[in-house]
């Protein structure tokens, strides 16, 4: 019941923060909070993709460069400005041709300074090719014409369905309407193919991101560079028609289809620098046209030019606008209308994402991290599905304008994301606080650190009630510590020595991400592999057993140093033959049963009182081997065949006979844990050599090739009782052989627990 409220109160939590979250980023990005950023996530994008998105093969650029301003001083002898038979050279050659068209990025405002006969020839020679865009400047604040003149007779733009949205292709960056123009001087624009505007207009943060196909002045639709060198290329023929379809904010032109936004401009796809572009020297183009004239092989032949629109304009230090855009700070203007020119040819303008698509993206990612985050066991899968979901968000922005040229909102999502992960983490913080505080509490006296966050991370491990796992269980005691404690007759003391003791092992368990189940007097019952489950469970509890006989001599030098056992107590452990002297370093010496096997574990007791622990015959078997330590006369450590299955090769161990314990029937083969195998010897490794031989000669009746074994191995080790136990054996056997149907493979029977 308590599970279903929690998951009631998680869903209606979800909703709250969901719609909350989702509210608060929508009105801060319809009030522009987020555009700054915006921009420049977006110009990260234009940049990744610029130099890898296919150009037009027909733009050409004829640049008036530094070297071509120095090759005409020298050879022709102009100074600057350049005359302008210079530019109707140009022309004479691309005439000659057939290009497309040939735009100036050049306003021709004042007449030549090399007289009216200089103005001539380029009139002339404009006016013979027929398709010469001439520029014109428009502002809201400058200029010396106020009115389009009646009598100028070139093509413009006929709008259709525009309605009240024509007025904004009339304001400048200002906001306010454009009510001046500079024109080039009146041959050059009456013997112009086509006018094009040149005004452009940035972003809020001083960058070019779009240009408008038009500029409206004085009631005229004057088509801007881009457009001008397309209609001037397409002819009288076509009509220059165009209307405005507001549901899909597009302009269509004939075939060509211009998305726009809400301020009647064109979102730009750069294609990196200007040199992506063929550009061509004006001082080579010049040479060319001489040779040619004179029947001299061209540096430029006219067929490279056939069929492209070519644009001429400044490209020297000091001459031509520097505008910033997304792939340049120091990015000539002429660029951004061969940039347009160049979209329109391919059909691959950029537009910005619909509100509703927006809208949708952010709905779903916040849907998407509270959801993962709230329900969600494992902070790891909050926190990858988190860094996930940002990936996602990126790639999908990056892609959607590489691909699908879609400025689709990026900071917004992101936002969003951020948002809704503080949000629910802030939920979980308040709500989940008090479980994992109440884990901790309840677990930090028998769990290690370790595993007390594996528990919070992921509660679904700890399963209140019983449940069936394969573990390991522990079970210590210390030798003869009745015969110690009433030696004490002083309880503080005993309860001193209990407490380092426990305290020290306990660690060594816990350090080894055991439980401790409980505590009874000197006694240490823990088992590993829950409640957070371990595959190497067999083996930490190994090495936790020959990590606290380690700690052994430590622990008693420390308890004799400060007085708790007393001489008295040694003396009487001496009489009573535990210890071999008075000087033997382990008065407190820890025997350990360790058996793995089928348990049950979990919460256990009544409603007011509980336990967390194990039950079954497994424990049963690690209580019974801890015992079976004295029998054999072990150095402490007895492991049954079913851990030493798991172990591997890890430790070093002594194999026993087959052993039926009090309770259970059928015979284990017991062995007796001795060392790390990295740690071991290699004396040790003979004995054991020596060792598997011998009792295999014992449990084949061998006893007296068997007795010998064993004897060599105490006398070199005169603290291995185990062997000196087998010795006995050998020679009781030799003075009375059991029968061959009696032996049973010299299985030993414990009638003691």
């Known amino acids: 019941m308590k599970k279903k ?31 700054i950023l915006e921009n420049i996530s977006y110009d990260l994008r234009v940049r990744f993709s610029s130099s890898q998105l296919q150009k037009s093969d027909n733009i050409i650029v004829i640049l008036v460069n530094q070297a071509s301003i120095d090759w005409s001083q020298q050879e022709r002898g102009w100074g600057w400005p350049w005359p302008r038979e210079a530019y109707a050279e140009i022309i004479e050659y691309m005439n000659l041709a057939g290009a497309s068209s040939v735009t100036f990025d050049i306003i021709f405002s004042d007449p030549s300074m090399h007289g009216t006969e200089d103005d001539v020839i380029f009139i002339q020679s404009s006016q013979d090719y027929g398709r010469v865009v001439q520029g014109i400047f428009f502002s809201s604040q400058t200029g010396n014409i106020r009115t389009w003149p009646s009598e100028l007779n070139v093509p413009l733009f006929e709008t259709m369905n525009f309605g009240s949205f024509l007025e904004e292709f009339g304001k400048g960056g200002d906001g306010f309407d454009l009510i001046g123009a500079q024109f080039p001087i009146q041959g050059l624009r009456d013997t112009a193919g086509a006018l094009g505007s040149l005004t452009g207009i940035s972003d809020s943060d001083d960058i070019f991101r779009r240009v408008r196909l038009f500029t409206l002045f004085d009631g005229q639709a004057v088509p801007g560079l881009a457009a001008a060198s397309l209609i001037v290329a397409r002819g009288a023929d076509h009509v220059n028609e165009i209307s405005y379809d507001s549901g899909k904010r597009i302009i269509n032109w004939g075939d060509f289809v211009i998305p726009v936004d809400r301020n009647g401009k064109s979102l730009l796809r750069f294609r990196g620098d200007l040199d992506r572009y063929i550009p061509f020297s004006a001082a080579n183009v010049l040479q060319s046209y001489d040779a040619y004239k004179r029947g001299e092989e061209p540096l430029y032949y006219p067929e490279d030019f056939t069929d492209c629109h070519v644009f001429v304009g400044y490209y020297a230090p000091g001459l031509y606008d520097i505008f910033s855009t997304p792939v340049s700070t120091v990015y000539p203007g002429m660029g951004i209308h061969i940039t347009l020119l160049d979209n329109i040819l391919l059909g691959d303008l950029a537009r910005e994402s619909r509100q509703w698509i927006n809208l949708i993206l952010l709905f779903a990612v916040v849907c998407l991290i509270v959801i993962l985050c709230l329900f969600s066991r494992q902070v790891f899968l909050s926190i990858a599905g988190t860094i996930l979901t940002v990936s996602g968000v990126v790639a999908l922005c990056f892609a959607a304008y590489h691909w699908g040229c879609l400025w689709l909102p990026m900071v917004m999502p992101l936002v969003g994301i951020a948002l809704a992960f503080i949000s629910t983490t802030f939920y979980n913080y308040v709500t989940e606080g008090s479980q994992r505080r109440f884990i901790k509490s309840a677990f930090s006296q028998y769990l290690s650190s ?70 009874e007097g000197d006694a240490i019952i823990a088992f590993f592999g829950a409640p957070v489950h371990l595959d190497n469970h067999a083996s930490l509890a190994c090495s936790s057993a020959l990590m606290m006989k380690k700690a052994e001599p430590e622990i008693n030098r420390e308890i004799i140093a400060q007085g708790l056992i007393s001489n008295t107590i040694l003396d009487t452990m001496v009489k009573n033959k535990i210890l071999q002297s008075i000087d033997d370093p382990c008065p407190l010496f820890t025997r350990i049963g360790i058996n793995t096997g089928d348990m049950v574990v979990g919460n256990m007791g009544t409603s007011k009182k509980m336990d967390y622990t194990i039950m ?49 029937n059928t015979p284990l083969r017991l062995y007796e844990l001795l060392e790390f195998r990295k740690d071991a010897s290699s004396a040790l490794l003979e004995m054991i050599n020596k060792w598997e031989h011998g009792l295999n000669l014992y449990e084949k009746m061998d006893f007296s090739k068997a007795k010998d074994i064993f004897e060599a191995i105490f006398k070199d080790n005169g603290t291995d009782f185990v062997s000196k136990m087998y010795y006995n054996k050998c020679s009781k056997y030799l003075k009375s052989a059991p029968s061959r149907e009696s032996w049973d493979e010299g299985v030993e029977n414990l009638m003691e627990k």
């Open 5 to 35: 409220r929690n998951i009631a109160g998680k869903r209606i939590a979800a909703l709250l923060i969901i719609v909350l979250v989702f509210a608060f980023v929508s009105i801060l990005h319809t009030l522009g909070f987020f555009q």
């Open 450 to 519: 370790v595993v007390i966050d594996q528990i919070i991370a992921d509660p679904s491990q700890l399963k209140l009630g019983g449940e069936k796992r394969e573990m390991t269980a522990i079970f210590t005691d210390i030798r003869a510590f009745s015969m110690i404690s009433e030696g004490l007759n002083d309880p503080e003391k005993l309860v001193e020595i209990i407490n380092q003791y426990l305290t020290r092992m306990s660690d060594i368990i816990l350090e080894n991400q055991g439980t401790i189940d409980k505590y």
């Open 616 to 664: 079954g015959g497994a424990v049963n078997i690690a209580a019974r081997l801890e015992g079976a330590n004295k029998h054999f006369s072990t150095n402490g450590i007895l492991l049954s065949e079913y851990t030493k299955e798991q172990i591997g090769d890890e430790f070093v161990l002594r194999p026993l006979s087959l052993t039926r314990m009090v309770g259970i």
